[in-house]
């Protein structure tokens, strides 16, 4: 049996990992680390992820990062449960909503949670933080549009897509954002809605100590 561990953070990114592999059924430890504390920058767990960031997986050793692409991994290992598209354009459209999430609602969120690593100058980081909001804004607008179909992201059953964007509800929804999600955002806010309905799904948010979407 492979000897399989997930390093995450509560209501990290890795969160969508965390679920992922929850539904997926196989076996797994999940040790968690607190960012705050500085965990991640730990000389034991930097051995396993020099970058110092989680998600980090490991199976017998060999170790993956990168939430995107964890999700992927686990998913395939288990094709009956359809958490990767088995269809050719549904796995397209799985590649670009990880892409758009990862590559625009990350990095945005990024800007306004941590300004100091896109400028030395401490004045321009209350500006770089607005911006970053009102950007996010505007990517959840157009991710609220590509969701008003009522349905799951990627055809007609749940996916490591829905996973993933419910990451980025909750950091909309969050202390720092405190976007109105559920008047802004309706569909994005049903669709959180259905997604926290999976017993996977709240078993992981019970484990990180997180509020489940009401």
């Known amino acids: 049996m492979t000897a399989r561990t997930l390093y995450y953070a509560p209501g990290a990114c890795s969160l969508a ?25 730990r000389p034991e767990y930097l051995a396993i992820n020099d970058r110092g960031r989680v998600p980090a997986l490991t199976e017998d050793g060999w170790v993956l990062t990168e939430c995107a ?21 549904e796995q397209a459209a799985a590649d670009e909503w990880l892409g758009w999430l990862a590559c625009n609602h990350h990095v945005t969120y990024a800007h306004v949670r941590r300004p100091e690593r896109y400028t030395e ?62 008047g802004r955002f309706p569909a994005w806010t049903a669709h959180a809605r259905r997604v ?11 484990r990180e100590g997180l509020p489940l979407p009401r």
């Open 196 to 206: 926290a309905e999976r017993p996977a799904v709240q078993a992981v948010f019970a």
């Open 69 to 89: 692409a964890i999700m992927r991994h686990v998913a395939r290992q288990v094709p009956e449960t359809a958490l990767w598209p088995a269809d050719l354009r």
């Open 121 to 182: 100058d401490e004045s321009a980081f209350d500006g770089i933080k607005s911006k970053a909001a009102n950007t996010y804004a505007d990517l959840a607008t157009m991710t609220e549009v590509r969701l008003s179909h009522g349905g799951w992201a990627v055809g007609d059953r749940f996916s490591v897509v829905d996973a993933y964007l419910m990451v980025f509800w909750f950091w909309a929804n969050g202390p720092v954002l405190r976007f109105d999600m559920a």
């Open 17 to 41: 990992a965390h679920i992922v592999l929850e539904e997926s059924g196989l076996p797994y430890e999940g040790i968690k680390l607190d960012l705050a504390a500085g965990d991640q920058r």
